[in-house]
């Protein structure tokens, strides 16, 4: 086994291979991919490389992954970290990495398939396409500033009656009107280009089932939805809820030493265009939702300058992360599910249950934080194969016994049931204190607290 590191730019292509022993086998520096792609192929045995992530990491991960044994992309943060030398260049940068992954100590990024990147783009590209309308705005608003004049309140500036005002509107010199004119136009144009960013995003997002999932909480539209969806990509990379908060820089920067902790400002780690979507998610959430707003009372400890929406936006993705660890639907599911929209469908509750533990928002009262009507009223299904499961929007009525089991689900080793429309699995805690002991095809054994156990047969629905 051969380990390959590199150090990628535009123009030049450092490459370091180590063999089995760490020892140097070969170094160069080349200018195509091309050339770069000739010595690897011409190693005399299986190899693994690696790279710092930068602008087009994906492409080369792409590209490497058919020839190479593992293909891992390095954190450019954190080996700054561990290399924090004077004497730096892209021959010892290779070289550096080559060793890391010898070592087995590089920290890597997630790399996601061709199709989420390419979401990622056009959500970054939406952002963009804002950021330009808004600094155009703003000099709209020095403009008339300069000349003097300030704009009428009702109605807004930028609405239809609004611009009408604007254009024919005269300023006292000709610069000035020209300028006016120009900012409009342009104005105008990213106007349009939003309208068809956001018609392919709305395009994307109706083949993504997570984007609805996402929307029953409060705060969250369907931008802020997508943005959540397509940068997470695979929840069950994140060992915690917790744990996206530091993925999106919403946690705050800490210095701890003995008995002394400081935090600072938080971190700004990570994608901004979902730290900025999450943190106008919170304020609304904040408007509409009394439990957000409860715990956001209770972060701001009677102190108005505490506005600490970070910790309520921290809580915001955590429970987000939640839904979309316990909740992978397919086409079939969503489209069951829109049949049925006027049935009563059970709350997102009993599927963030098993994180809520981890995020201080979802404790005691998480039903009213999600939407009182979940749009997907059945139990997951995909590469996962489920044993009968309830009929979609099916609520019992009757009155039922003890425990109820309504679906058993088989996914690799792992087991997992409905139990009083909770998901649990083997050894998991069910409310009230019983334990769940074993999971089979018909049936699950529970025993309650008092240690008596009973087998629970599956129910069998028409």
Not at 104 to 129: A, D, F, K, Y
Not at 334 to 351: E, G, M
Not at 427 to 436: S, T
Not at 438 to 462: M, W
Request: with cysteine; glycine share 6%; proline share 6%.
């Amino acid at each position: 086994m051969f380990y390959v590191g590199l150090d990628i730019h535009a123009k030049t292509i450092a490459i370091c291979v180590l063999n089995e022993t760490g020892q140097f086998v070969h170094r160069s520096q080349v200018r195509t991919i091309d050339q770069m792609m000739r010595i690897l192929e011409g190693l005399p045995d299986r190899f693994e490389v690696c790279y710092e992530a930068s602008c087009g990491y994906g492409h080369f991960h792409d590209l490497l992954c058919p020839v190479a044994a593992r293909v891992l992309v390095a954190h450019p943060g954190q080996l700054r970290l561990i290399y924090r030398s004077k004497d730096k260049n892209d021959r010892k940068d290779a070289e550096r990495i080559a060793k890391l992954l010898y070592l087995g100590e590089v920290p890597t990024v997630h790399v996601p398939s061709l199709e989420v990147r390419t979401w990622r783009e056009l959500i970054n590209c939406r952002s963009q396409m804002i950021a330009k309308r808004t600094r155009a705005k703003n000099v709209v608003r020095s403009l008339l500033r300069s000349a003097g004049i300030s704009p009428p309140r009702q109605p807004g500036l930028w609405t239809k009656q609004g611009l009408s005002w604007l254009c024919q509107l005269t300023l006292p010199t000709l610069s000035q009107q020209l300028r006016r004119d120009l900012l409009l136009e342009e104005i105008e144009t990213l106007n349009r280009q939003l309208r068809r960013i956001e018609q392919a995003l709305s395009r994307w997002a109706q083949h993504i089932p997570a984007v609805l999932l996402l929307q029953s909480i409060p705060g969250v539209g369907v931008r802020t939805a997508e943005a959540v969806a397509a940068f997470v990509d695979d929840p069950h990379r994140f060992p915690n809820a917790k744990a996206v908060g530091r993925y999106f820089g919403l946690v705050p920067r800490q210095d701890q030493s003995g008995d002394r902790n400081r935090l600072g400002h938080i971190t700004r780690e990570g994608a901004p265009v979902v730290r900025k979507l999450v943190a106008e998610a919170a304020w609304q959430a904040r408007r509409h939702s009394p439990t957000v707003r409860a715990y956001f009372e209770r972060a701001q400890r009677d102190d108005p300058q505490r506005k600490k929406i970070a910790l309520v936006a921290t809580a915001v993705a955590s429970v987000a992360l939640a839904a979309l660890s316990f909740r992978t639907l397919n086409a079939a599911a969503l489209s069951a599910a829109k049949q049925v929209p006027a049935a009563d469908l059970r709350s997102l509750t009993a599927y963030l249950a098993p994180l809520s533990d981890t995020t201080s928002l979802a404790l005691g009262a998480l039903g009213s934080m999600v939407g009182e009507r979940d749009p997907f009223g059945a139990p997951p299904v995909g590469r996962a194969s489920v044993v009968n499961p309830i009929p979609q929007g099916t609520v019992p009525t009757a009155r039922r016994p003890q425990w109820v089991v309504s679906s058993i689900l088989f996914e690799d080793s792992k087991r997992s049931a409905i139990v009083n429309d909770a998901w649990v699995g083997v050894g998991e805690l069910l409310p009230g204190g019983a334990r769940v002991e074993a999971i089979e095809h018909k049936y699950v054994v529970v025993t309650d607290s008092r240690g008596k156990r009973a087998v629970v047969p599956l129910q069998v629905r028409p």
